[in-house]
């Protein structure tokens, strides 16, 4: 009945509305910028005395997207509450009630979980780039 | 309802998975009396708020029939005169509104109609009038000067006539219309003071109907 744009708009507002989004979101990136200016201050500090096969093989920049794995593993866990909370909560009566076909509900959430997910992990990739260049 | 979600929140993706428009949540926040906490977060809200917060749910989409499982339960006195002139007003508005409920008292109050269900059996599907009405708790209530003789001829007529409940002599008249009473003391020149209709309460008439239909019944206390 209802068209799969609404599903989507319900289930996005269902997302950016939750404190552990809210949350994950600001983790994802600041945890990811930390690690990677604390790296970055240590190739800074020690490349005057790494031998010439080290600088052949490691690249100083690299070290700049190594916080991505926080970024990856926060995003992660971003994504489990997004769809575990309302079965919790009992939410997800409310969700099938007011959308019985449950294929639309769950690519929705796929969708919006994963809009979000690729939106942060930009944002906190290229500013780990800029950084760990700086 | 997830508890860090705000009351506003909840209605709104509610909403947008109904495809109705956002202004419905501001209504129904209003009409559920939400609209000063509709941004706190759900976790928050006692059990008559939360009760507030499902009912603006079910409003949202405005629907033609509604149906209420013990709206009353958790709410405060003002809660409840709340949701009584609420149910009325959706009923006045041409919607169909069930309740169910266990608290006699405050669907006597509310409902038209009772329908009692009994080990899964429809027992009664009647009139709130009628239901207490026709129960044995009702009957006329009679003051009269001349009590004893009017007592005397209500007999003759067919009724059943007991002292009142109070002791002061009235009468409790089972058998006979008010009408009919009224008519015999003015045929026979007997003066009447007092002549009311009293009906059982929904709770006498409900425990008289449902007595044989009970699944749990207590021992009674010797």
Not at chain 1, 24 to 37: E, Q
Not at chain 2, 104 to 113: G, I, L, N, Q, W
Not at chain 2, 177 to 192: C, K, M, Q, S, T
Request: hydrophobic share 50%; aromatic share 4%; no cysteine.
């Amino acid at each position: 009945m209802t068209s799969f744009a609404a599903v989507l708009r319900s289930e996005w507002t269902k997302l950016i509305s939750l404190r552990s989004t809210k949350v994950a979101l600001a983790l994802s990136v600041v945890l990811a910028l930390a690690l990677t200016a604390l790296l970055a201050v240590v190739v800074g500090a020690t490349h005057g005395d790494w031998t010439p096969e080290d600088r052949q093989s490691r690249e100083p920049g690299e070290a700049s997207l190594i916080g991505g794995i926080l970024t990856a593993v926060i995003l992660t866990v971003l994504g489990v509450p997004a769809a575990t909370g309302a079965y919790v909560s009992g939410t997800i009566r409310l969700t099938f009630t007011a959308t019985p076909r449950r294929g639309r509900v769950l690519a929705a959430k796929a969708l919006v979980v994963a809009a979000v997910t690729l939106a942060a992990g930009l944002v906190s990739n290229v500013a780990m780039f800029l950084l760990g260049g700086a | 309802m997830h508890g860090t979600r705000s009351a506003r929140n909840h209605l709104r993706w509610l909403a947008q998975a109904g495809g109705l428009p956002a202004s419905r949540v501001e209504e129904v926040l209003e009409m559920a009396g939400l609209a000063h906490v509709a941004g706190r977060r759900i976790g928050g809200f006692s059990l008559g708020m939360s009760q507030r917060l499902g009912i603006a749910a079910a409003l949202l989409g405005d629907p033609e029939t509604l149906l209420f499982d013990e709206p009353v339960n958790g709410l405060d006195p003002e809660g409840i005169r709340w949701i009584r002139t609420l149910l009325r007003r959706l009923a006045a508005g041409g919607r169909t509104v069930v309740v169910s409920s266990h608290l006699m008292h405050e669907m006597e109050a509310t409902a038209d109609h009772v329908l009692v269900i009994g080990r899964g059996r429809l027992i009664a599907d009647t009139s709130m009038e009628d239901f207490t009405r026709r129960s044995a708790g009702h009957y006329v209530h009679v003051v009269a000067p001349d009590a004893a003789a009017l007592r005397t001829l209500l007999e003759r007529a067919g009724g059943r006539v007991s002292d009142g409940a109070d002791g002061d002599g009235a009468l409790a008249v089972d058998g006979l219309e008010p009408a009919r009473i009224g008519d015999l003391a003015a045929a026979h020149g007997l003066r009447v003071h007092e002549l009311t209709p009293r009906s059982a309460s929904l709770e006498a008439a409900f425990m008289e109907l449902t007595q044989d239909n009970v699944d749990y019944r207590p021992l009674e206390a010797s």
